[in-house]
């Protein structure tokens, strides 16, 4: 069975769909190269709010008929903004296939933004910031973005502030959109028990009659980085730090294996290095977690955890410590043996998530051209040597380099 199929629209859309022959349920999208990295100081925020507003109405449905339509046959209907892009999908039967990618389309192309729905949503998004901001662990990682990227656009809250959100108006939504929607950008995507042929007909069906939008505003790339240490107090009981840096692109070969690195130091697994030191060694975390997250020009990694405040610098010895542990001391043959099968094991279980799988061809297209085979992800995995991860680690871990946020009580 092919990994997927593909065929372009003459409006530029590109159609990408997986046939999975073992399942009922239909999982299908629009992913669009566009995110919160696209606004500028004065509008930061409105791509998450477009989002939210796609549900509100649009030049044949209220929102309650968006809401119902798919609902009402069982599916889920939803949507996520991130820095660089923005997602409508839906799951369904196979037998509602049609329908999800109506309206799909009719939200994501002919939302009008009432003007009595954008002040009922603008009070939900303030909520929603509330909610962030009262949990420091939550807090501080939308923090850290901007002590690691300080002023420029991928530094923003994906939420915008407070005055920003009190500021939108329909004009603002229909601007931003204008500037920014090229359909050479945008993708459908679409995983399911349906013959590719079906799916193209019924994207030619509601998609072709489009026009070609083509806008083409350029990223403003991310060039200089400053470690900086910084320390806030909060009205909080436990203290809350992040540590890390900005990171390699995604189009960079350092990518697969510093995502190596960063889940021996800190990933899923109860085995990670960090875990090991921090919690099962001296119970001094909940948890604690090394993320690495990679734009199409940079990358952001980061450590979180949270602790008593009276161990607090204890437990950022013991991070630095096992970060020079991974700079001076190479993995060993099981070590390098192990973290390889543990990544391809993980790699091989999110891949079994028919929705996850359909968002991850969509960005793939967008942001490299390409969706690389699990097989062809292994075989990267599996030529990695443990020189290449320590040298990654010297150029990655350098004290000097790590940028710090703590909160702590007041």
């Known amino acids: 069975m092919m990994e997927y199929e593909i065929h372009t629209l003459p409006n530029g859309i590109r159609v990408l769909h997986k046939e999975v022959t073992t399942t009922k349920v239909s999982h299908c999208g629009f992913m669009l190269d566009i995110g919160s990295r696209d606004e500028n100081e004065q509008n930061q ?29 069982g599916g889920e209907l939803n949507a996520y903004t991130t820095k660089e892009k923005i997602a409508f999908y839906a799951s369904t039967l196979d037998t509602y296939f049609e329908k999800a990618i109506e309206l799909l389309t009719d939200i994501t192309f002919d939302s009008i933004f009432p003007e009595k729905q954008i002040e ?26 901007q002590v690691v990227f300080a002023n420029h656009p991928l530094g923003m809250n994906i939420l915008g502030t407070a005055d920003s959100v009190r500021s939108f108006h329909r004009d603002d939504f229909k601007k931003f959109i204008k500037e920014h929607i090229n359909t050479e950008k945008l993708v459908f995507c679409s995983v399911g028990n349906i013959p590719f042929k079906k799916v193209v007909k019924l994207a030619e069906k509601y998609l072709k009659d489009l026009p070609a939008y083509n806008a083409n ?40 294996p510093f995502f190596m690195l960063s889940n021996i130091l800190g990933g899923p697994g109860m085995n990670s290095r960090l875990n090991l030191a921090l919690r099962e060694k001296y119970g001094f975390v909940y948890s604690i977690d090394a993320t690495y997250q990679s734009y199409s020009d940079t990358g952001l990694f980061g450590i979180f955890f949270g602790t008593e405040p009276g161990q607090l610098q204890r437990s950022i010895k013991l991070v630095n410590k096992e970060l020079e542990r991974l700079r001076e001391v190479p993995l060993g043959t099981l070590q390098l043996h192990t973290a390889k099968e543990q990544l391809m094991g993980q790699l091989a279980m999110a891949e079994e998530n028919n929705a996850s799988f359909m968002l991850m061809m969509g960005k793939s297209i967008l942001d490299l051209e390409r969706i690389d085979s699990i097989d062809e992800i292994f075989n990267k995995i599996k030529s990695v040597t443990a020189k290449e991860l320590q040298d990654l680690a010297n150029e990655m871990f350098a004290k000097d380099q790590m940028s710090q946020l703590t909160y702590t009580p007041n």
């Open 45 to 73: 925020g409105i791509a998450h709010f477009w989002e939210h507003m796609a549900f509100k109405g649009t030049t044949k449905r209220k929102a309650f008929h968006i809401l119902n339509r798919i609902d009402s046959v």
């Open 217 to 256: 505003k350029i990223r403003n790339p991310f060039e200089k980085y400053v470690p900086t240490v910084k320390g806030v107090e909060r009205n909080i009981t436990q203290a809350h730090c992040a540590i890390g840096r900005d990171a390699y692109p995604i189009s960079s070969d350092k990518r697969l």
């Open 120 to 145: 009922k949503e603008r009070n939900v998004i303030l909520e929603e910031m509330s909610m962030y901001y009262d949990a420091p662990d939550d807090a501080i990682q939308d923090e850290f973005d």
